[in-house]
Antibody, heavy 123, light 106 residues
Framework: EVQLVASGGDLVQPGGSLRLSCAVSGFTFSDYWMNWVRQAPGKGLEWVANIRQDGSETYYVDSMKGRFTISRDNAKTSLFLQMDSLRAEDTAVYYC????????????????WGQGTTVTVSS | IQLTQSPSSLSASVGDRVTITCRASQGISSYLAWYQQNPGKAPKLLIYAASTLQGGVPSRFSGSGSGTDFTLTISSLQPEDFATYYC?????????FGGGTKVEIK
């Protein structure tokens, strides 16, 4: 069964750090780009970052560049999001998601999602 | 690239035909996906490449459009379709989502 299990969410003070993890099973992790997407309470979806299969390319939304770092460990089939200098507006459910692309690299969307992990930034 | 969805919410009855639109601030060819999200759940991919149905998605869902204007249609609304729907552009970074359309029971 294809499965993404996100973890690491917690209550953290403004300015603090947190590392999210996403454990993957049921498919060849090293074959796929992976993403983090977040959703603030009562709000819409916001793409955060993604990472190439071998970790050699990463992309971020501007507001998180320099504060968030996406990484992966293909040997442990895990995806990570290191979040530093956290702000109240980073409070959200964070989802990990698998890319759907064709063999030419055309980008189709995100076809497998984890259940989400909740990050709350508050003093 | 900004995506504007309309309406932001709608009320409909079981069996109704429902249409949701998504307009991009610049041309994105067919690099558009549609998702369904139920409360407290992760999004689910419905349609990709603007009009291709993801495997396992009922055929009452369809997508159309290219360039800047896109449409998601549910031909006959079913009870399990009451949810929030999002479009997403995959043409260029940063990837962006529309603001969402909440489909509620009339």
């Amino acid at each position: 069964e294809v499965q993404l299990v996100a973890s690491g969410g917690d209550l953290v003070q403004p300015g603090g750090s947190l590392r999210l993890s996403c454990a993957v099973s049921g498919f060849t992790f090293s074959d796929y780009w992976m993403n983090w997407v977040r959703q603030a309470p009562g709000k819409g979806l916001e793409w955060v970052a993604n990472i190439r299969q071998d970790g050699s390319e990463t992309y971020y939304v501007d507001s998180m560049k320099g504060r968030f770092t996406i990484s992966r460990d293909n040997a442990k089939t895990s995806l990570f999001l290191q979040m530093d200098s956290l702000r109240a507006e980073d409070t959200a459910v964070y989802y990990c998601a698998r890319d759907k692309r064709d063999s030419w690299g055309d980008y189709y969307g995100m076809d497998v999602w984890g259940q989400g992990t909740t990050v709350t930034v508050s003093s | 690239i900004q995506l504007t969805q309309s309406p932001s919410s709608l009320s409909a009855s079981v069996g109704d035909r429902v249409t949701i639109t998504c307009r991009a601030s610049q041309g994105i060819s067919s690099y558009l996906a549609w998702y369904q999200q139920n409360p407290g759940k992760a999004p689910k991919l419905l349609i990709y490449a603007a009009s291709t149905l993801q495997g396992g998605v009922p055929s009452r869902f369809s997508g159309s459009g290219s360039g800047t204007d896109f449409t998601l249609t549910i031909s006959s609304l079913q009870p399990e379709d009451f949810a929030t729907y999002y479009c997403q552009q995959l043409s260029s970074y940063p990837l962006t989502f529309g603001g969402g359309t909440k489909v509620e029971i009339k």
